[in-house]
């Protein structure tokens, strides 16, 4: 069993937004929701990178942590999915989220947020798989089909990478020892640093977010 | 003459800039270079808040990484339970030893069956308003923080949901008429609530709450132990107001930083402003004979008046708002 996860190579990352098209294009997601954005770090000035970024389905999801009515679970691919028919839209996951990723459509009274919606790893939510509940809820489940994540799918220079987070890190590895220079994954500190508890079918080994 | 010396000036000011040009080129192999995939450095250490640009019309999604969190989520899960927690049970077993040692404590001398109008319907419009919209509130908030913990094991996920989202609204919509009776309360009764020399004699004695001969220090129309409350519900539901209509309206004014700050400071003021009104409604209950007339039917008994506002009862016969001599012969004539 994989450990899914993202990894964004910034050295190769080249802000096309194309990741963030897709991903709005492949789940119908409405205007205002962003569920995956690109983000530039020292924008204009040497040492400028660019990273895509939406959830990074942590090991120790703090969204699912602070959530008042509980409606998070992690898959056993590790993919952290919430129900849509549980969450209030209080924001709480939005605080203590350190990855910006839950997003809230905006809803006409006062006070009122929407459910939340973030990234599902292409992976849908609690209902059936590839329903048309499923689909309007929380967009395609690709994951299902046997394919990965589209917004990596999509990445033109293979910059954004989406599967079992072993593969990944072994890609990145061998890149930065090709090319001679790194900055490492980023994110993956905070996502799968600590509170490894890896899953049922591979114990979790340090610092490695499961197999 | 011109014509040549264009294309030599754009010559010139690119090689006076190819240094600039030339630092960009970081991403070039140096002697730190990994030489095995070993080597390779794949979790950077965690680092401070980290912002940048972002194409998309939400600017507050321009924070990469923001571990500020982790601290939100250690209040949010332990902290504020265990603040919570301890000042509405604390309170209450407190109140419960102070009523099994003291018991109610009762008019001196009994009912006289005079009344004296104390809260006129006004005054009662606006403490009744406040104090539904602030129980209601109370209620909800606690229904948000400690429902995962002790009612989904009761009744589900799915009806905790309904509740809570129903907690969530009515929580949000209560806090106008809970604002309306806060600014009435203040209008009505500030000019009461002045300190004075006198509250430090009540303060000294606790209002006289320990002496079992039913002693009371003198106070006005407020002693010094409702004025604590009046201010401390003034300045509390102002804060609670404050941080609450900042809180529903996210991200308005300030950061996601902000916002921690802002539901932290919620949370702790609306645990200090539950114990104490734990307390309020304990003394103007069970705790006090004659107390809750006050607010209930806006009258209280003669005997209560002299026991616990003397000086104010004293102004009332003065104002002829209660004339004691006119019930007098009002009673002897029945």
Known sequence: MARMKFLCDAERCIECNACVTACKNEHDIPWGINRRRVITLKDGVPGERSISMACMHCNDPPCAAVCPVDCFYQTADGVVLHSKDLCIGCGYCFYACPFGAPQYPQATNFGGRGKMDKCTFCTGGPEADNTMEEYQKYGTNRLAEGKLPLCAEMCSTRALMAGDGDVLADIYKERTVRRGYGSGAWGWSTAYGQNDRGDAFSPGREGTGGS | MTKLLRPLLVLFVLLLAAPAVQAQFYQTPGPTSPTSKEEVQLYQTPDGKLSGRVSIPDAKLGVLVQPE??????????????????????????????????????????????????????????????AVSFLLMALTGLILTFGRMLLIPLIGHPNFTMLAEASKYMHNFFSVPFVLGLLMIFVLWVRDNIPEKADLVWLKTLGGVLNKSGEHPEAGRFNAGQKGVFWAVVFGGFALSLTGFLLMMPFAVTGIGGMQILHVAHGVVAALMIALIIGHIYIGTIGMEGAFDAMGSGVVDENWAKDHHRRWYEEQLRNGRANEDERLRHHAAE
């Open chain 2, 69 to 130: 969190g982790r601290e939100w989520r250690e209040f949010r899960m332990v902290w504020l339970k265990i603040i919570a927690g301890a000042l509405i049970l604390g309170p209450i077993a407190a109140l419960a030893i102070f009523y099994l040692i003291r018991g109610t404590i009762r008019i001196q001398g009994g009912r006289s069956g005079r009344p004296v109008l104390r809260f006129s319907g006004m005054d009662r419009f606006a403490h009744w308003t406040t």
